[in-house]
Each structure stands twice: as C-alpha cells, then as structure tokens.
C-alpha cells in the first residue's frame, strides 16, 4: 500500500469547517484513499472513501486532487465531539487487504 | 449502523493463562479481522478470516489462534499468554465486495501480568 503523509497535529475553532490534508503521492491506480478516526481509548471510526471523485457522507467529504496525489477530509461543523486522532491510508480495492495506519494528525477543536 | 461488539473493554490476565477475545458483527459480513495496535508500532494484523471456518494468517500470528465457527463471530485465542501480548486489540468486519471499508470494534485493553 502507499505510503500517506499527514500534518502531526491540527486544530480549529468549533463550529468552522475543519480541513485536513494528506499527500499520497505513490498512490496507484487501483488504490483507493480511506479516512479513519480514533477517538482516545475507542476503535478507529471508519469516515469515508474514494477513488478519484469527490465523495460527501452524513460525517464528511472528501476531495480528491485530478493527479490523485493528495486529497482533503472536510468536516463542515466542527464539534468537540470531533477531537481525534485522523487517519488517511491508501489500499487496495480488495476488502479483504489489510489497513495498515500511519502516524495521523491529532485535530484539537477548540470552544 | 454497523455494530462490531468485542466482549470486554478491559481485561487482566496472568502470565501462561489460555486467553479468549471474542467479537461479534451484526451486519453479515463475510471478513473478519484481528488486529492488535501499540504506540509506536500503528496496527497490526494478526490473523483475518474471509468466511465460516476459513482463517488466513496476518503479520503476527505467533501466540495467538482464532475460531469462526459462525458467520457472526470471530474469536482471538492467546495459547500462553506472555506479557509482550500486552495491548490494545481490535476486530473489525468487511463485506466481501471490492473496496468496502472494514468497521471496528471499541477495542479490548488487555494486560498480561
């Protein structure tokens, strides 16, 4: 699986639109980008996924630059409640691949 | 919403003891996965299982055994427990279709002593 490179730590102001990056610039063809989260002493949270389109969920969307090289998580209201531990990873179309998590970056809200 | 319920949150145990870890999916789903994850090391795949008695081994499979005797349920077995068994472990499910996302359980904390 490619490898992902995130921003060690982030925050922003509750109620804003909360933007993280990440860059995958080894990423090929048939991987697709995938953002978790972990909330401390919980099990990471599945958001959301894509290919090469821009996808949005009831948590989040995502951007997908045309090269595929980077990508944005946008989470539109932040709240506390979304402090975390944010994962990008790039795997295989397989579901059965494994999910192997980089070092992620720790979003802090702020009231 | 896709529930995946590991029996304990927490749990000690003594070095040598036979450990059972056990995890249930409600959604159908035909991959399960164990993983365990230790700051420093990100997440590990232990062993995954892509259907009812069928099991493949992950990156660390020394130690530990599983059972899925049911669609529904996958069971993570420490043999002999030592204290390098130490963790966090996390099962997570999948359905068996192209880039489907794996779902997690909240994780059991487990302490060898």
């Known amino acids: 699986d490619a490898k992902t490179t995130q921003p060690t730590s982030m925050d922003c102001a509750e109620g804003r639109a909360a933007n993280l990056p990440c860059n995958h610039s080894?990423?090929?063809?048939?991987?697709?980008v995938y953002w978790y989260r972990q909330i401390h002493s919980q099990g990471p949270q599945y958001i959301i996924h894509?290919?090469?389109n821009n996808e949005t969920n009831e948590m989040a969307s995502l951007i997908i630059t045309e090269d595929r090289k980077s990508s944005t998580l946008i989470l539109p209201h932040a709240t506390l409640r979304d402090t975390a531990v944010y994962y990008c990873?790039?795997?295989?179309?397989?579901?059965?691949?494994?999910?192997?998590f980089g070092s992620g970056t720790r979003l802090s809200i702020r009231p | 919403d896709v529930k995946v319920t590991q029996s304990s949150r927490y749990l000690v145990k003594r070095t040598g003891e036979k450990v059972f870890l056990e995890c249930v999916q409600d959604?159908?789903?035909?991959?399960m996965f164990w993983y365990r994850q230790d700051p420093g090391l990100g997440l590990r795949l232990i062993y995954f299982?892509?259907?009812?008695?069928?099991?493949e081994k992950g990156d660390i499979p020394e130690g530990y055994s599983v059972s899925r005797e049911k669609k529904e349920r996958f069971s993570l077995i420490l043999e002999s427990a030592s204290t390098n068994q130490t963790s966090m472990y996390l099962c997570?499910?999948?359905?068996?279709?192209?880039?489907?996302?794996?779902?997690f359980g909240d994780g059991t904390r487990l302490s060898i002593l």
């Open positions: 990873i790039v795997r295989l179309y397989s579901s059965a691949s494994k999910i192997i």
């Open positions: 080894t990423i090929s063809g048939n991987e697709y």
């Open positions: 997570a499910s999948s359905l068996s279709l192209e880039n489907q996302p794996q779902h």
């Open positions: 299982s892509y259907d009812v008695k069928m099991k």
């Open positions: 894509g290919l090469k």
């Open positions: 959604m159908d789903h035909e991959n």
